[in-house]
């Protein structure tokens, strides 16, 4: 595959040519080949997108939710059926390996499947009224034009799992996807608009983080959801809670693995392994942190050590490959620059440093690492979300000392305890403060049919997923209803 696609925008259902600057979306497998080039949307897109969500909105809020959920059905049956050529295309174009690629794109069309089942639950409530003769409903509505936001790392998965339940509940949207995945973006607002979703809305604008900007600023945006990093989610929410906009900020993370002495050591380095290094450590739930029992510590790093050494790192889209490139070279070189600072404070445990020649030297791609960080100032390898195939360890002397340390950072999305002893992974989910708590498996992944999100530094507003997608999508409306 090495065709480029003409990068295009979705406004009032036509696919149109961008007014602002020129983008060059390249593959960070391989950064000659160029996957999409055209021009990213301006103001003036911003402007037109939105004036035609809002147009839209009457009819589709009235629309009845099963014909609104039809719209999601036929979209999700166009993306599994190219799960493999789509795929393709987002191994390519973000650099995940072709095999979470194609599951990624499997997971969004089931996502679109579950939301347009959601709007036949029950979505409202009736109450027993003090006053004779009069009944109290809540009922729910939708909440009008939603701004999109989105992170480069799932580029298929996570727009599905905010728009799926924003068009299930009759909103109309104007979506921005991250600078490096227009393809992908591309491909879902296909999908929803073969399967006949009306004019104006869903409108995609591809663009750099300035198109962004225009959209939490816009005055006719009644909501936005964004996820991304913890910095930028919280910039846009100050911006918007000073004009009353309300948000939804899935952000970053910095979860740990505790492992403690009666665990199962192969399951820990397996899922640790797996945590860490699937998606080249570039995923928000990513294990980057693991605090292992000192009886056992010596036997976990050796197994770990020999674990990681035999990862296979190369192009996403060869057979065999479990770790593929970071998104971009700038992305490269800032994960690179703190493993060379790492070597001057923390004792490596597996760090070939980078790579300087051959094949992996041309993309953005950085070897999976380890590091023993010390108690006294772990660093940033401890505290600052890397996103890469990093892991900072230190060993705790007991079971409550490992659970503080889970905690001992400014997120709280997820944590994996590993643990034979019922009672301690009982203790676990008391103690530990994070959204996403997994015993005995990975601290990543996320299962489409129950809540996600975080706590602390990692998420702001209604968690997303499962039936509480609904809450930030929705708005409620209490009735006192006399005859
Ligand atoms: P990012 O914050 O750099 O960008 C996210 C989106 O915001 C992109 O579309 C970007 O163009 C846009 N943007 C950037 N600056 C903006 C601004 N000032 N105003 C408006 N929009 C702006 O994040 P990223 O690098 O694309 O993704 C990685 C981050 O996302 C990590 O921190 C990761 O943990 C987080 N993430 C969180 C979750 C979660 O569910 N908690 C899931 C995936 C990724």
Same mark, same amino acid.
Not at 134 to 141: D, N, S
Not at 234 to 263: H, S, T, W, Y
Not at 276 to 283: D, E, I, L, T, V
Not at 331 to 349: F, Q
């Given at each position: 595959?090495?065709?480029?696609?003409?990068?295009?925008?979705?406004?009032?259902?036509?696919?149109?040519?961008?007014?602002?600057?020129?983008?060059?979306?390249?593959?960070?497998?391989?950064?000659?080949?160029?996957?999409?080039?055209?021009?990213?949307?301006?103001?003036? #897109?911003?402007?037109?997108?939105?004036?035609?969500?809002?147009?839209?909105?009457?009819?589709?809020?009235?629309?009845?939710?099963?014909?609104?959920?039809?719209?999601?059905?036929?979209?999700?049956?166009?993306?599994?059926?190219?799960?493999?050529?789509? =795929?393709?295309?987002?191994?390519?174009?973000? =650099?995940?390996?072709?095999?979470?690629?194609?599951?990624?794109?499997?997971?969004?069309?089931?996502?679109?499947?579950?939301?347009?089942?959601?709007?036949?639950?029950?979505?409202?409530?009736?109450?027993?009224?003090?006053?004779?003769?009069?009944?109290?409903?809540?009922?729910?509505?939708?909440?009008?034009?939603? =701004?999109?936001?989105?992170?480069?790392?799932?580029?298929?998965?996570?727009?599905?799992?905010?728009?799926?339940?924003?068009?299930?509940?009759?909103?109309?949207?104007?979506?921005?996807?991250?600078?490096?995945?227009?393809?992908?973006?591309?491909?879902?607002?296909?999908?929803?608009?073969?399967?006949?979703?009306?004019?104006?809305?869903?409108?995609?604008?591809?663009?750099?983080?300035?198109?962004?900007?225009?959209?939490?600023?816009?005055?006719?945006?009644?909501?936005?959801?964004?996820?991304?990093?913890?910095?930028?989610g919280?910039?846009?929410?100050?911006?918007?809670?000073?004009?009353?906009?309300?948000?939804q900020g899935e952000l970053?993370?910095?979860?740990?693995?505790?492992?403690?002495?009666?665990?199962?050591?192969?399951?820990?380095?397996?899922?640790?392994?797996?945590?860490?290094?699937?998606?080249?450590?570039?995923?928000?739930?990513?294990?980057?942190?693991?605090?292992?029992?000192?009886?056992?510590?010596?036997?976990?790093?050796?197994?770990?050590?020999?674990?990681?050494?035999?990862?296979?790192?190369?192009?996403?889209?060869?057979?065999?490959?479990?770790?593929?490139?970071?998104?971009?070279?700038?992305?490269?070189?800032?994960?690179?620059?703190?493993?060379?600072?790492?070597?001057?404070?923390?004792?490596?445990?597996?760090?070939?440093?980078?790579?300087?020649?051959?094949?992996?030297?041309?993309?953005?791609?950085?070897?999976?690492?380890?590091?023993?960080?010390?108690?006294?100032?772990?660093?940033?390898?401890?505290?600052?979300?890397?996103?890469?195939?990093?892991?900072?360890?230190?060993?705790?002397?007991?079971?409550?000392?490992?659970?503080?340390?889970?905690?001992?950072?400014?997120?709280g999305l997820?944590?994996?305890?590993?643990?034979?002893?019922?009672?301690?992974?009982?203790?676990?989910?008391?103690?530990?403060?994070?959204g996403?708590?997994?015993?005995?498996?990975?601290?990543?992944?996320? #299962?489409?049919?129950?809540?996600?999100g975080g706590n602390r530094g990692s998420a702001l507003g209604?968690k997303e997923?499962?039936?509480?997608?609904?809450?930030?999508?929705?708005?409620?409306?209490?009735?006192?209803?006399? =005859?």
């Amino acid at each position: 595959m090495t065709e480029t696609t003409l990068l295009q925008h979705l406004i009032d259902g036509r696919w149109v040519t961008g007014g602002g600057e020129e983008l060059v979306d390249v593959n960070p497998s391989r950064p000659s080949d160029v996957v999409a080039t055209g021009p990213g949307a301006d103001h003036a #897109d911003v402007d037109r997108a939105v004036a035609a969500a809002r147009a839209a909105f009457a009819s589709w809020s009235r629309t009845p939710a099963r014909a609104r959920a039809a719209v999601l059905r036929g979209a999700a049956d166009i993306a599994a059926a190219h799960a493999e050529e789509w =795929g393709a295309e987002l191994a390519r174009e973000e =650099g995940k390996t072709l095999a979470e690629a194609v599951a990624e794109v499997a997971h969004g069309a089931n996502i679109l499947r579950y939301h347009a089942h959601d709007v036949e639950r029950p979505s409202g409530e009736v109450y027993e009224s003090p006053t004779p003769g009069e009944r109290i409903l809540v009922v729910r509505r939708p909440v009008g034009v939603m =701004g999109a936001i989105t992170p480069f790392n799932f580029p298929f998965s996570i727009p599905a799992w905010k728009l799926a339940p924003a068009l299930a509940w009759g909103n109309t949207i104007v979506w921005k996807p991250a600078t490096f995945v227009p393809v992908l973006a591309m491909r879902f607002a296909q999908a929803l608009q073969q399967a006949g979703l009306p004019d104006g809305v869903l409108n995609l604008v591809n663009g750099t983080a300035a198109v962004g900007e225009a959209i939490a600023a816009h005055p006719d945006i009644d909501a936005v959801t964004f996820t991304g990093s913890t910095r930028v989610g919280r910039a846009i929410a100050a911006q918007l809670a000073a004009r009353g906009v309300p948000f939804q900020g899935e952000l970053g993370g910095k979860n740990a693995a505790l492992v403690l002495d009666d665990a199962d050591l192969d399951l820990a380095v397996e899922q640790v392994a797996v945590g860490a290094f699937r998606a080249a450590g570039q995923k928000c739930t990513a294990t980057s942190r693991v605090i292992v029992h000192e009886a056992v510590a010596d036997r976990f790093l050796a197994a770990l050590a020999e674990r990681t050494a035999a990862a296979r790192v190369g192009d996403a889209v060869a057979d065999g490959i479990e770790v593929g490139p970071l998104v971009d070279a700038a992305a490269r070189d800032r994960v690179n620059a703190a493993l060379e600072r790492a070597s001057g404070y923390a004792r490596p445990v597996v760090a070939p440093g980078p790579y300087r020649e051959g094949p992996l030297s041309e993309g953005f791609f950085v070897p999976p690492s380890v590091f023993e960080v010390p108690e006294s100032d772990p660093g940033e390898l401890w505290r600052e979300e890397l996103f890469g195939p990093v892991v900072a360890v230190r060993r705790v002397a007991s079971a409550a000392e490992g659970f503080r340390l889970v905690d001992d950072s400014d997120y709280g999305l997820s944590a994996a305890i590993f643990t034979t002893d019922l009672g301690r992974a009982l203790a676990a989910i008391e103690e530990v403060r994070v959204g996403v708590v997994h015993v005995n498996s990975a601290s990543a992944g996320a #299962d489409l049919h129950v809540p996600f999100g975080g706590n602390r530094g990692s998420a702001l507003g209604p968690k997303e997923q499962g039936q509480a997608a609904r809450d930030f999508f929705t708005e409620t409306a209490t009735v006192y209803l006399r =005859g």
